[in-house]
């Protein structure tokens, strides 16, 4: 069975400084991990997502994610956020050539001007 | 533009009530998931479907039931509904295991 921990329900970060978002999964099989945002009153979007290859993974805005298979994690990363990116955060795991996903409970991100 | 469809966005029903809330994709996706969304909870999967014509349970199905008649709807029922399914209702669907698709959501409430 999987299971996905985001260890940090809420963040708050002033505007432009760095920020992680934590995200810690188990499984006892290959995995594919995703990252979703889900801006006020919307439906989530895929932000980026680890299937293979390369462990460092980014979104078009900015976001990056490293795959760290020892760690068991899949930590998410900003180096300057913006007001805009405040949002909820899920963490996702399913197993490779699977289809079910299992979400995070979602950290929730407030950027401060 | 293609994506996923819910209907309607908001209701309220009262306590016993039944409803049926709509999903339709026109991506043609094999699959297709109801989840509901509770403050601090994330998204816990309700029932899912592998095709046209199937559906199973997820992690809380109970009060809850499904259908897939066509490929690109699935419809989620209540029966009678209770204070406890006051929720928000997000159906996703996908073709593997790359990523979903997710709908805009459904926020009912119960009373």
């Known amino acids: 069975a999987q299971s996905v921990t985001q260890l940090d329900s809420q963040v708050p970060v002033f505007e432009e400084a760095p920020v992680e978002l934590r995200c810690n999964y188990s499984?006892?099989?290959?995995?594919?991990l995703f990252w979703y945002v889900q801006y006020p009153n919307q439906g989530l979007q895929l932000l980026l997502k680890?299937?293979?290859?390369?462990?460092l993974v980014e979104s078009i805005n900015g976001f990056e994610a490293e795959f760290n298979k020892g760690q068991t994690s899949f930590h998410l990363r900003k180096p300057s956020v913006h007001i805009s990116d405040t949002a909820e955060y899920f963490c996702a795991v399913s197993g490779a050539g699977g289809f079910k996903t299992i979400f995070g409970a979602g950290t929730r991100l407030f950027v401060k001007a | 533009n293609a994506g996923v469809t819910q209907t309607p966005k908001f209701r309220v029903l009262k306590t016993g009530q039944s409803m049926t809330l709509l999903c339709a994709q026109d991506m043609n996706h094999e699959y297709m998931y109801w989840y509901r969304q509770d403050p601090g909870m994330g998204l816990r999967l309700i029932h899912y479907?592998?095709?046209?014509?199937?559906?199973a349970k997820g992690e809380v199905p109970d009060g809850y039931n499904v259908s897939r008649l066509k490929k690109q709807n699935f419809l989620l029922g209540l029966e009678s509904a209770a204070p406890s399914q006051t929720s928000v209702y997000f159906c996703a669907s996908s073709s593997d295991s790359l990523g979903y698709t997710f709908g805009s959501g459904t926020r009912l409430t119960v009373v």
């Open positions: 680890y299937l293979s290859g390369s462990t």
């Open positions: 479907s592998v095709g046209e014509g199937t559906t």
């Open positions: 499984s006892s099989v290959s995995v594919y």
